[in-house]
């Protein structure tokens, strides 16, 4: 098979299996609209306490909605024996890989970047900082993505990996977090948004190439 | 240039490194003992206190070796894993993943020694300063290393999957050396250079008599922690059987 084909056939399976269980996207959405209505509750309704914080807690929410669903990653491909046959394709993995990646950014970390920002118009957010929050979030939440899906290959056949997951991806995520919530917080007070945007955008390719190899990389260290 | 390379491709069989390493520790050991007298007692008794920070400048002269250590170790590491992942040897495994303990312990002392030295100096245990940000995730990560070897019950594949790690976690050292350069938040740049230190002869040499020790203390608990690994590792092998036997005899 050319890998072209090949990636999109993996692209389309993932997809298919994803919108199979369409109940299970809709959990992480519900879980960040949680945790933004318990921020007022934790510290007080009053808007202009919540106003300033609005960006940054859609970008908290997003980031740990987006943590739910990556320990069942590769679960049921590892159970299946999905995941030997991947590694035993003739297509690079990385190609294979890449296109899990997409797929999991299309069903879990679009429908968040999308998410987040109206979540942060209810806790108050001045919607002159909104393009920018959206920018950042759209930016931001594929990079979450590879570095997540990479962590969830390093945990593929742990028992009761959810804890060390959570341990081994939020030290890494906390730079998409800096420039993402910086640049909200930049827009707020009046000041250029451009640079950490572009840090994130800068980060995107990079990410792109290097995530697939190391998810590769990694499977192929845990699987063999 | 052959000869260094044939050196090196022994040193990849357990039982040389095994060997060698035990011939190395108690050179590094007494190196980082002499050396962590001179330089405590240098740092501690002898060398002046500062006119700004007062007696509590002598904290920096465990704080600043072990905050180099914490980046050495995790870069030390990486070589390592580069080399596992590489050419798959099992002492590059074992290595990779030995260090990390040290590492975590080195970058905790950093966090405490700093506060401690924070508080007096800058009026606060902990500010949410770049540097100091980045060194508790630099914590973080060890700890994930940590976690994740221990996770993964077969030996060659936890210290795989450990190595993917610690190579995707080189990441945040430069952002941790370049933090007080890039973001200027509370703490200082750095005042020891190669060339044109800021820092006063008489504190300049405990501070690198110090950073000396704490090399060689690493290198010995390195090389310790790695011997130990390789024997549980390689216990059904020959040469493992005839060191116990020779032990016992």
Redesign the interface.
Known sequence: MRPGRAFLAALGRELGIAWRRRGELLQPLLFAALICAMLPLALGPEAARLRPMAGGMAWIAALLAGLLGLEALFRRDAEEGVLDQLLLAAVPLPLLFAAKLLAHWLAFGLPLALLAPLLALWLGLPPAALPTLLAGLLLGTPLLSAIGGVAAALTVGIRGSGILLVLLVAPLYLPVLIFGAGAVEASLSGLPARQPLMFLAAALPAAAVFAPWAGAKALRAVAT | MKGWLTAIHRLASPPVFYRVAGGLMPWCLALALLGGAIGLGWGLLYAPADYLQGESVRILYVHVPSAWMSLTIWAAMAGAALVA?VWRTKVAEVLAVAAAPVGAAFTAITLLTGALWGRPTWGTYWVWDARL?SEL?LL??Y??VI??HR??EDPR?AA??A???I???L??LP?IRYSVEWWSTLHQPASVRLTGSSIHPSMLWPLLVMAAATKFYFLWAWLARARVMLLATESHKQWVRELLEGARA
């Open positions: 992942l940000t995730v973080f990560l700890l994930g976690g994740l996770a993964i594949r795989r999957a190595s993917v790690l190579l995707i976690g990441v945040n952002i």
